[in-house]
């Protein structure tokens, strides 16, 4: 790579990306299912590691398991904690077939899981093992996202240090296909309309700031850091938030900067250091957190 923020339009791998959006939900789902539960689901998520996206240990009976997409030698391998290993290969082919690969594999080390084999938010859903419309991997664009998210991640893990209240890690959530970081003042959050599902309930239990990066999709088809504030204080979304190329998305109720903004800047980090710290002054001043309480001291800052 001959930069570490690789350049990567949506529109350029939408076939790749919206195929592993399939296969990390197959994958992220086997994390629903065995991992011990935690608060606004921080169980559930995948974790960039030095080559992909991991699920981490997950514990399985006596022992543990690991579960890792391999963006360099594009493999999925999984590892079990008595040294057993196995992999398939990470190329073009439908989600069903991945599907059963998968699922071959964790019951040839003897690893059962029952899983709902459905997607979660996505538009017209179509069941894993029916699904031949998503066949699509070029590794070139896989290895190109996973250097995105690996810029994201670390930068977003600097902002983390800067808090000192309840927040969580830096994560990326399969269902969304985001990476996300959330911060919180120990307040609960207004009860959600009785329309909101049970996840959301949990998910928005308390009042919260998250930033994060998604690569493109929806309201905002391009690669993007975004921030919000929940529940939105008035006047938050009129607020003049740096640098300059960011801008507010009434559709989402989220401040966005566009990917290409940041890889273009003089200083990639700073610019979405930058944009991270004025969505949370803003938000935090508008809806009157302790401050004094959970900021650590800029003198202070990683």
Do not use: C
């Amino acid at each position: 790579m001959d930069t570490p923020w690789p350049r990567l339009p949506l529109a350029e791998w939408q076939d790749t990306h919206d195929t592993l959006h399939m296969w990390t939900q197959i994958v992220g789902k086997t994390r629903l299912a065995l991992a011990p539960k935690e608060n606004h689901w921080w169980h559930v998520p995948l974790y960039v590691s030095a080559r992909g996206l991991s699920t981490t240990a997950m514990p399985y009976r006596s022992g543990a398991f690991e579960v890792e997409f391999d963006f360099l030698d594009h493999r999925l391998t999984v590892t079990t904690s008595d040294g057993a290993t196995r992999d398939i290969a990470l190329r073009p082919q439908a989600v069903a077939d991945f599907y059963r690969a998968y699922m071959g594999v964790l019951d040839s080390l003897g690893i059962a899981v029952k899983v709902w084999p459905v997607p979660v938010e996505v538009g017209d859903p179509i069941p894993f093992l029916e699904d031949r419309r998503h066949a699509s991997y070029d590794a070139d664009h896989a290895q190109r996202f996973f250097r995105m998210l690996l810029q994201a991640d670390r930068v977003t893990k600097r902002f983390k240090g800067r808090f000192l209240g309840k927040s969580s890690p830096v994560h990326f959530f399969w269902g969304a296909f985001d990476l996300a970081l959330t911060r919180f003042n120990g307040r609960r959050a207004p009860e959600p309309t009785d329309t909101a599902s049970s996840m959301m309930r949990e998910a928005m239990s308390h009042e919260e700031i998250s930033v994060g990066f998604w690569p493109g999709s929806g309201a905002v088809p391009e690669p993007a850091f975004y921030a919000y504030v929940r529940p939105e204080p008035p006047g938050f979304g009129a607020t003049a938030i740096r640098p300059k190329a960011a801008y507010y998305s009434r559709e989402l109720a989220d401040f966005i900067l566009p990917y290409d903004a940041v890889r273009s800047a003089s200083s990639p980090d700073e610019a979405v250091l930058d944009f991270y710290q004025s969505v949370y002054d803003a938000g935090a001043d508008l809806a009157r957190w302790d401050r004094a309480a959970l900021d650590r001291p800029p003198a202070e800052w990683p």
